[in-house]
């Protein structure tokens, strides 16, 4: 079936430094949306990209959408103890009815 | 904001009970989803639902059952809780409009099965 890997799993960096995540698809994908889950909390919309090669910017974070529409990543800039979380992308599939398939997570660790 | 309200944060059931884990969400939401989230594995769709008394399997339906009598509420039923059902459950409801087809999560349901 569908699948939307993610990697790394895990990341710890020091603040100040940066941080990809990646998220690659099987199939081509409608559109991307990225989550972030705080630890004990539950994920909350970031944002989400629809067009071929779509770039957004939120602040210090970077989304970019695949121009194949099956990979996407997030880049965070000079890491700050708050972004901690894991960052979950998740793929568009448009089969009648619009699924949403998640990736397995990145989770960041975040050092002062 | 949407709220998505699951009533119960933390269970702790037997092998064999039937558990009930509801949802509740305050806008005129169609869409209605339930996950699991297992560390490693990510989230994975068990069952949603698209209208009042619709439902469809997800990835990963068997051992589960969901209820959609009205709108705002949609329940996840497991029939016979076995210890591989020990997870972080996580209903959902999907808004469609000007920000796209944003998903929105309650807090979660931890059930541990012994």
């Known amino acids: 079936g569908q699948q939307v890997m993610q990697i790394p799993q895990y990341q710890h960096v020091q603040e100040g430094e940066d941080f990809t995540t990646y998220c690659n698809s099987s199939t081509t994908l409608s559109n991307i949306q990225w989550y972030k889950q705080r630890p004990g909390g539950h994920p909350v919309f970031l944002i989400q990209l629809v067009k071929s090669g779509e770039v957004k910017k939120q602040k210090r974070l970077t989304f970019q959408f695949g121009e194949a529409k099956k990979n996407s990543s997030l880049h965070i800039t000079a890491t700050q103890t708050t972004d901690v979380g894991t960052y979950f992308c998740?793929?568009?599939?448009?089969?009648?009815?619009?699924?949403?398939?998640f990736g397995t997570g990145t989770r960041l660790l975040v050092s002062p | 904001d949407v709220k998505v309200t699951q009533s119960s944060r933390y269970l702790v059931k037997r092998t064999g009970e039937k558990v009930f884990l509801e949802c509740v969400q305050d806008m005129d939401h169609e869409n209605m989803f339930w996950y699991r989230q297992d560390p490693g594995l990510g989230l994975r769709l068990i069952y949603f639902s698209y209208d009042v008394k619709m439902k469809e399997k997800g990835d990963i339906p068997e051992g589960y059952s969901v209820s959609r009598e009205k709108k705002e509420r949609f329940s996840l039923i497991l029939e016979s809780a076995s210890t591989n059902q020990t997870s972080m459950y996580l209903c959902?409801?999907?808004?469609?409009?000007?920000?796209?087809?944003?998903?929105?999560f309650g807090e979660g349901s931890w059930l541990t099965v012994v």
């Open positions: 959902a409801a999907r808004y469609q409009g000007a920000r796209g087809n944003t998903i929105y």
């Open positions: 998740a793929g568009g599939v448009n089969t009648g009815f619009q699924k949403l398939v």
